[in-house]
C-alpha cells in the first residue's frame, strides 16, 4: 500500500481542514496516511502521526473547524532542515507528501523535491493551496478566501449601519484588513454595499500607494454628505512616498499592521473628530460562522483531487482552481508546476480590478456564497428631506 | 388616535431594531406612531419623522439588521436639552414617549417625566433596555447582551483552534472585549470551551482588580500544558493598584480600551514569548451574522410589551425581563419603576457567578440561542503520546 504523508503549514483559514478531509476520503481506502504535524516543523522533528482508523476519525470530525488541526505554523526551513525533513519521510518509508499551504509551502515543496532527486530518493510532492490573502499565482483564487472576504464585506456593512446610528458622537472608522501585500480583502469590504450611504467610503489596497490628498478628499466628501465615514485600508498598505507599517519581524518576515493608526492620526490632526482606527484580528481568518459554503465546498474538492493526482502518480504540481467559461460560476480543478507557481510569485489584484472594483465584485461574488444579504436604505437616504 | 414617539439611543446592538419593531407592530394599529431621530438629539432638536405607511413599512424592513436604525449616538442631555425636549414633545402633540437604551436613557426619561410634571405636561414614559454589556439593574438579562455573548464566546473558541495551529509561532494572544465596568462579556468568553486545552486559559473582569503574579502564572501553566495561552480582558479590567485605561473622555464619560495592549507588554517582558493583544471591536455589538435567536425574539417582546403597557396607561417604568422559575428557560416581562432601575445603577456580575463560572455559564447558555457548538478535542489531547 503506497504511503503518503499530509501536512498543513502557514496560518489557518475558516476552511483548511476541509481540505485535508478532502484529502484523507480521496486516499484513505487505498493509501496508507500519515499525519505531520505542526507543518514544516513536524517534517524536520519528524513528528508523524500514523493514520489508524481512531485518528482518520478524529481528523474527519474537523470540518466545521477553523483552525488547522494538524497544526501549522511558521518554521523557517533552512537548508538542512530540508535535509533532515528527506531523511525522516525515508525513515518511516515515506516517498508521497501533499502539503496544504500558500507560496512558501509551493517553494518549501519544490525545494524537498529536487533536494530528494539530488540526493537519488524517491519523492512523489503535490501541494495544495490555502490562503485567505489570495495571493497565490497561477490560479483563479485559493480556497479560505471566499470566506475571509465574506466576513471583511459582512463586518463593513453591519460596522457602516453602527456607525450611521452614532454619527453624532463618532465620525470616521478605519477598518484593518488582512492581506499582507494584496489589496483582495481590503477590496473585498465593498462587496456587499448597496447604497453611496453605506460604507466602505474609501478603501486602500497595497497596489497603490495611499495618497493623503485623495483619501482626505474622500473622507471629507463622506462626512459632508452622510455624516459619518468608513475607511478600509489593507495591512500592507504605504503611503505615498512612505513604507509598509511592520508590528514585528519574525524569521526575517514581517509581520504588517499599524497603517490603519496612522490613518486615524493622520485624519485626527486634519479633521478634527471622533476617529478611530481597528485592526479586524483572526477572526478574518478563522471565524466559523458566516463562512462561505462555495469556499468551503472547493476546498474539499482541492483536498479530493489532490488526492486522486497522487494515485495518479503526479508529482511536482500544486492543485489549482481555475474558472470554467460558461456564462454561471463553474471551476476546473488543473494541476499547475510548482515552478510555475513559484516564478509568478506573490499575486497582486490585477490592473482591471483595480480600476474597477465593480468588475471585480461581479467576479467574487460567487466565491463568498449565499449571495450578498440585502439591508433597507439607511434613513437619511430614505427620508432625505428631513432636517438635520 | 394616542400620538406616541419612539426613540432608540446608545451604542447599537445586533437586535436594537426587533425591538423597535415590536413597538411599532404593538401599537401601529391604535396610536399614531412618531419616530424620533438620533436619540436625545432628535427630542432637543425636534427631529421628528412621521410615521405614515412608508416609514412603517422602512423600519419593520430594519428586522435582521444592525446599528439603530433611527440613529442613536450619544449626547450630552442637560437640563436645558430636557426642557427644550418637553416642548417639541407639546409642540407636535405628543404626550407619550418610548427611548430604547440603557442605563443613561432610564435616568433620561426619568428627568424628562420629572421636569413634566413640574411644568404642568402629561407626559407618559416608559424605557425598553438594551446594552451589550448586560449592565440595567432590576432584570435578568438586556436585550443585546445574550447576541454579543455569543460571538464573543464563539470568536474565543474559534482564535483557540488558530492559535492552537500557530503556537510555533505566537505563544500569547489576549483578547479585549466591550463590558465597561462588567464582566458579563469578558466571562461570557469561556462559555463554549470543551476542554482544558481550549482557551480562554484565563479571563480578567472588572469586578476584580488584575493581579499580576496570577495572571503570569495562568499564562505560564497555559503555555506549559498546552504550547499557548488565550487570555480574555474586559475593557473595564484594572490593575490591582491601577487604573482603567482610557482611550479618549467625550462628554465627561471616559472610552475604555487599552488595558490588552499593557497585559501584552507586561507578558513580553516577562516571557518573552510571541504575545498579541487584539480589540474585538465593533462587531461584538453589530455582526448580525450568528446574533442569539433567542435574544432577537427576546427583543422584539419587550418592544411588544412596551407598546402593550402604553395603551395600558403605564409610566414612569422600565420594561424588564426576569426569568422564570421553571426547570426550562422562561422568561416573564414586568414593569419595574425607572427611578428603582436608577437606584440600582450599573450592575456589576453577581459574586456567585464571579466566584464561579460554572454557574454564570448555566445560566447564560439558554440566552446565547442555538445551543453550544461542538468540536473534536484538540490533537495534543487526543494524542498526547505523540512526542513533542
Known amino acids: 500500500m503506497k504511503k503518503v504523508a499530509i501536512g498543513q503549514a502557514g496560518g489557518p483559514t475558516a476552511v483548511v481542514n476541509s481540505t485535508l478531509i478532502g484529502f484523507v476520503d480521496s486516499v484513505k481506502d487505498s493509501c496508507s496516511i500519515t499525519f505531520v504535524e505542526n507543518g514544516y516543523e513536524g517534517l524536520v522533528n519528524g513528528s508523524f502521526i500514523n493514520g489508524d482508523t481512531e485518528m482518520l476519525d478524529w481528523v474527519q470530525g474537523n470540518k466545521q473547524v477553523p483552525g488547522a488541526c494538524l497544526g501549522s505554523g511558521r518554521f523557517p526551513f533552512t537548508d538542512t532542515d530540508i535535509k533532515k525533513a528527506i531523511t525522516n519521510l525515508r525513515q518511516n518509508g515515506i516517498h508521497t507528501l501533499a502539503f496544504i499551504g ?24 503535490i501541494g495544495i493551496p490555502k490562503t485567505v490573502d489570495n495571493d497565490i499565482g497561477c490560479i483563479d483564487h485559493a480556497p479560505g478566501f471566499g470566506s475571509a472576504a465574506r466576513y471583511i464585506a459582512q463586518t463593513t456593512k453591519d460596522t457602516s449601519r453602527d456607525l450611521d446610528a452614532m454619527k453624532n458622537f463618532e465620525q470616521i472608522r478605519i477598518i484593518e484588513t488582512m492581506g499582507r501585500n494584496g489589496g483582495w480583502l481590503a477590496a473585498a469590504s465593498g462587496l456587499f454595499k448597496e447604497y453611496s450611504e453605506e460604507g466602505p467610503h474609501f478603501i486602500a489596497i497595497p497596489e497603490k500607494p495611499l495618497d493623503k490628498k485623495e483619501l482626505l478628499h474622500a473622507v471629507r466628501k463622506a462626512i459632508q454628505s ?21 508590528i514585528d519581524q519574525v524569521y526575517g518576515r514581517p509581520i504588517l499592521g499599524g497603517i490603519s493608526k496612522e ?13 478611530r482606527s481597528e485592526l479586524l484580528g ?29 494515485k495518479e502518480g503526479l508529482s511536482g504540481c500544486m492543485v489549482s482552481i481555475q474558472r470554467g467559461t460558461s456564462f454561471s460560476y463553474s471551476i476546473d480543478i488543473k494541476p499547475v508546476e510548482l515552478e510555475k507557481v513559484i516564478r509568478a510569485g506573490e499575486r497582486p489584484m490585477p490592473l482591471e480590478f483595480i480600476q474597477n472594483f465593480d468588475a471585480y465584485y461581479e467576479w467574487l461574488l460567487p466565491l463568498v456564497g449565499n449571495g450578498a444579504p440585502s439591508y433597507p436604505p439607511l434613513l437619511q437616504s430614505r427620508f432625505a428631506n428631513v432636517k438635520r
Chains 1, 2 share one sequence.
Open 282 to 310: 483572526i477572526n478574518q481568518r478563522s471565524y466559523s460562522v458566516g463562512a462561505s459554503c462555495v469556499d468551503q465546498e472547493e476546498a474539499y474538492v482541492v483536498g479530493v483531487k489532490a488526492g486522486e493526482w497522487i
Open 263 to 275: 490613518i486615524e492620526g493622520f485624519l485626527k490632526k486634519k479633521l478634527n473628530l471622533m476617529t
Open 226 to 246: 452622510f455624516g459619518y465615514a468608513v475607511v478600509v485600508v489593507s495591512e500592507g498598505v504605504q503611503w505615498v512616498k512612505g513604507s509598509q507599517v511592520e
Open 102 to 125: 500558500g507560496n512558501g509551502t509551493m517553494e518549501a515543496l519544490n525545494k524537498l523535491r529536487l533536494e530528494a532527486r539530488k540526493l537519488g530518493v524517491d519523492l512523489q510532492v
